[in-house]
């Protein structure tokens, strides 16, 4: 594997899976150089963003 990249990217590579939006270059780019560890920290992170804004937001409707 390549050189790690930023971690910021490997969020934006895992959110952009998430919603099926990257480009086959980009994605491929971006295989080539995140770790596993890189792409599962990011969508452990991403999932609990997730959850903790829809908890927030039934909260804030339900209240």
Excluded: E, Y
Aim: glycine letters at 4%.
């Amino acid at each position: 594997m390549g050189n790690p990249i930023n971690p910021f990217r490997a969020i934006l590579a895992v959110l952009s899976a998430f919603f099926g939006v990257r480009r086959g270059k980009d994605s491929k780019n971006d295989v080539s150089k995140l770790t596993i560890w890189q792409i599962i920290f990011a969508a452990i992170f991403c999932a609990a963003v997730f959850i903790f804004l829809l908890i927030t937001l039934v909260r804030s409707v339900t209240h």
